[in-house]
């Protein structure tokens, strides 16, 4: 093979230094499977997102047009020398998108496409109904969509007991509470004397109709207002023409809230008007969106809306059913018979179903089986929304791409890895290159070339600790990567006895989502793992039904102001969505004395904006801008802390309102963000920056990392700030990184550590959503350590987990199961580690039973059970 030969097989990269990595050399081979491993923050995703995929979207923005040319320095490039032998790149990272709420799995997929078109084709009409086109049966289209709550589902309702909460009350005393306070609303009240209301008597010895068309009317009628004059004189007044101080535009109350609610600038008033509002099933379509034509065909009994809310696992079976012999038997006919089909009909329902079948092969190999069709995309965790593109691009078949990828196997149960892999595998015999970061060390072991960066995090990393195939990363001493591929190392705490608990949650006839009936105890005083398949119904007990129905059961008990939700609930968005939510159903008991806080640590996000941050989050952000306000120069300047803010106008770059960043849109590309061209990204304005704290401005200190921090600042508080941060794993992370460049799981540790920096107390219930997602095994072995040490202090630890070396240290086990959506929701197995690990009816079991031996439980799991 001559020189040139070679270069084609290898994408080479030379003087790479992107954020931490240290003029990084390297040669990684085309058409493999390549691993990027590492412990967190050692430059794993800079060198293969910052840098590789980088730099192919830079050279693709130059092929495109000179426009995109032109904006290419505002967009920016990698810090790198030099990469040959790249070629065209697909990023697929673990961030969410900004779809809209109409965006759904069976849009996002293509499916909804192909089945639209066989309900079209095959479905079953009304006698004398005529055909529909495939657009006919999508929400999204005005011919599709229901025309009454235009596709979504929901109307926005203002009933009357909420506009008029006390009809005792006259119009004067404030019987349309929904209606403006101040000018506004007396303008109002003034229109209704005019047009010849007793504002004076209560509201319900108003007749019926006008009581009706003062609170429901569209018209808009010009009223005269004559002002300082008593209801008498002001009909007198009308009556006799007389000229009136101004004419005022009436608005009746439930347009008024709707108005307001829908155009406000304001977002206190449109929160008032959202608290005269419901949400409620649109009467027309009872929530299913269609039009009823639509509605009125149906495919094996079932209509679209039926059909796409099934999980596809069932989806796929029911279609499965078209292909056989007998379905088509059954159909096979003339006209005047029932379900008869006519051959062009049964030919295109073959070659429909089986195209369907073929776009959710992938989808359910990936683990994704229990989600339906019409499932909105923002509801899915980021790991599945990228199982799930990555499933749409094993079925765009494109060939000689590289495919970048970010922890594919986040949110994956053992059992569903190995589909995974096989995707990955099909990807790469198909042509194409798949480079992915990841953590779970059977992902790794399936890659063809080990691409390990290190040693440490931080600065600490950003150096090629080995490149080449698996075994020869044996020899590679430093890598810390290698220590758990090979060397099996010993578990971070020595072997102990599971605790037992001093007391118990007891969960009774739990029903939400997939988990019916479902009755469950976990101890108090211990660390309980819940496992079981993805789609099982672990997020669902543990982040939804245990919280609620606890402080429901105990909210005598709980204090108040220190039981805390999820920061993101879709309630907290949107007031008017919380009658869209599901309820749980059941009972919770639990002894108060042991009980009296609820910690939820969630994977949402910490923040919606860049303005939210690490520091900012944690409350470090506080003492630093205090330290910066004592030094000479800012109270010679007088600059107080709020001076040394990033939102607030004194201190902030005027450009940019403090982000930071810019806007740049591409017209025929999604629009991107580039550093902000006056301050160059700092935030600030010059005068600010101007102050110094032992050498550096505001913008230096959020540009450091946790780790680099710790070692710079002397102050005691904001030491404890970072030692909760570093205790996690986030030694890397920078001070100021914007919330919306965090992933799930580091986001769910930047909370952990905010609460961790609390006093402890030994009655708090820490409830955990896989808290070692994203983290390298060595800093999970840091993580447990510290939910220990919270257990040993009196506190109880619940996490879903999918880490069978993390579960292994559990002193708790309630695996769910023994499928996905309908096929989970119960119970399998309860127990310690190693009687889970011997249960015959858990699909957990034998990938636990593995991670006991390798820690060297001492005999086999069946052994230490008996």
Not at 529 to 550: C, H, I
Not at 779 to 788: F, G, I, V
Request: proline fraction near 6%; glycine fraction near 10%.
């Amino acid at each position: 093979m001559t020189a040139q030969e070679r270069d084609l097989d290898r994408v080479r990269v030379r003087g790479a230094r992107e954020h931490n990595l240290q003029g990084v050399d390297l040669d990684i081979p085309r058409d493999a499977l390549v691993a990027f491993t590492g412990v967190s923050g050692s430059g794993k995703s800079s060198l293969a997102f910052g840098t590789i995929y980088a730099e192919s979207q830079r050279r693709y923005f130059e092929s495109v047009a000179p426009y995109a040319r032109r904006l290419m320095h505002q967009v920016g490039s990698p810090d790198v020398d030099a990469i040959t032998g790249l070629p065209p790149a697909v990023a697929l990272p673990q961030q969410r998108s900004g779809g809209s709420a109409r965006s759904t799995v069976g849009s996002a997929t293509t499916i909804a496409n192909v089945v639209r078109m066989l309900y079209s084709r095959v479905g079953t009409y009304p006698e004398g109904a005529p055909m529909l086109l495939a657009e006919d049966f999508s929400t999204n289209t005005v011919q599709g969509a229901c025309p009454t709550c235009h596709g979504l589902g929901r109307v926005h309702d203002v009933p009357e007991r909420l506009m008029v909460p006390d009809d005792s009350l006259t119009i004067r005393e404030g019987a349309l509470a929904a209606w403006p306070t101040a000018w506004h609303g007396k303008q109002l009240r003034d229109s209704l004397i005019s047009l010849g209301y007793d504002i004076d008597i209560p509201w319900r010895e108003l007749t019926r109709e006008q009581r009706d068309w003062a609170l429901h009317t569209d018209e808009s009628p010009q009223v005269p207002v004559y002002t300082d004059r008593s209801p008498a004189e002001v009909q007198r007044a009308v009556a006799e023409g007389v000229e009136p101080r101004y004419m005022s535009t009436f608005l009746g109350v439930r347009r008024y809230v709707l108005s307001t609610f829908a155009g406000s600038k304001s977002a206190r008033m449109r929160e008032r008007a959202a608290s005269f509002m419901v949400s409620i099933a649109c009467p027309s379509c009872g929530g299913k969106r269609l039009k009823p034509e639509a509605l009125a065909v149906t495919f094996e009994g079932n209509d679209i809306v039926e059909l796409s809310a099934m999980p596809l696992d069932d989806v796929a079976a029911l279609l499965e059913q078209v292909l056989s012999p007998e379905w088509a038997a059954e159909h096979e006919g003339g006209e005047g018979r029932a379900g008869a089909l006519a051959p062009e009909q049964l030919l295109a329902a073959r070659r429909l179903v089986s195209e369907a079948l073929a776009r959710i092969a992938p989808i359910v190999d990936l683990g994704l089986g229990s989600l339906s069709l019409d499932r909105t995309t923002g509801s899915l965790s980021s790991g599945e929304l990228q199982r799930m593109r990555l499933a749409t691009q094993v079925l765009s078949q494109l060939f000689g791409v590289v495919f970048v990828l970010d922890e594919p196997s986040a949110g994956l149960h053992p059992a569903d890895t190995e589909p995974l892999l096989r995707i990955l595998a099909r990807l790469r015999d198909s042509g194409s290159t798949v480079y992915f970061v990841e953590h779970s060390l059977d992902v790794i072991r399936a890659a063809d070339w080990i691409v390990d960066i290190g040693p440490g995090a931080g600065a600490q990393g950003g150096t090629v600790v080995y490149s080449g195939p698996l075994d020869g990363l044996r020899g590679a001493e430093a890598s810390v990567t290698r220590r758990y591929l090979f060397d099996a190392p010993p578990p971070a705490r020595s072997p102990r006895t599971p605790r037992e608990g001093d007391g118990r949650i007891e969960l009774q006839g739990v029903t939400r989502h997939t988990i019916r009936d479902l009755s469950v105890a976990f101890p108090l005083g211990a660390l309980t793992a819940v496992t079981g398949v993805s789609g099982s119904g672990k997020s669902t007990l543990v982040a939804q039904a245990l919280p609620e129905l606890l402080q429901a059961s105990l909210a005598s008990e709980l204090d108040a102001d220190e039981a805390r939700a999820d920061e993101g609930s879709t309630a907290a968005d949107d007031p008017l969505a919380i009658a869209t939510e599901a309820s749980t159903t059941g009972s919770a008991r639990g002894p108060g004395e042991r009980l009296r806080r609820i910690v939820q640590v969630s994977q949402r996000p910490i923040g919606r904006t860049s303005r939210s941050n690490v520091a900012t989050y944690t409350g470090l952000f506080d003492r630093i801008r205090a330290l910066f306000a004592a030094t000479p120069e800012a109270r010679r300047r007088r600059y107080s802390a709020s001076r040394f803010s990033f939102n607030l106008p004194a201190g902030r770059c005027p450009t940019c309102k403090g982000e930071g960043t810019m806007e740049v849109e591409l017209l025929f590309l999604p629009t991107v963000h580039a550093p902000c061209t006056t301050c160059g990204g700092s935030r600030y304005n010059p005068e600010t920056l101007e102050v110094e704290l032992d050498g550096r401005t505001v913008a230096d200190v959020l540009a450091m990392s946790v780790a680099d921090a710790r070692e710079w600042f002397e102050d005691d508080d904001v030491h404890r700030h970072l030692d909760a941060l570093l205790d996690v794993g986030l030694g890397y992370v920078a001070l100021g990184q914007p919330a919306t460049e965090l992933s799930g799981g580091e986001a769910q540790r930047v909370k952990l550590a905010a609460e961790l920096r609390r006093g402890q107390r030994g009655d708090t219930l820490y409830l955990l959503d896989e808290p070692t997602s994203g983290l390298h095994p060595a800093d999970a072995d840091r993580l447990m350590t510290h939910l220990h040490h919270l257990v040993d202090g009196g506190s109880t630890v619940i996490m879903v987990e999918h880490d069978m070396r993390v579960v292994a240290e559990a002193d708790w086990v309630v695996d769910l199961g023994p499928g996905s959506g309908a096929a989970g929701g119960t119970v399998v197995a309860e127990g310690t580690p190693v009687q889970v690990a011997v249960s015959s009816a858990s699909r957990t079991a034998p990938y636990l039973a593995a991670a006991l031996r390798e820690a060297g439980s001492g005999g086999s799991p069946r052994q230490a059970a008996r």
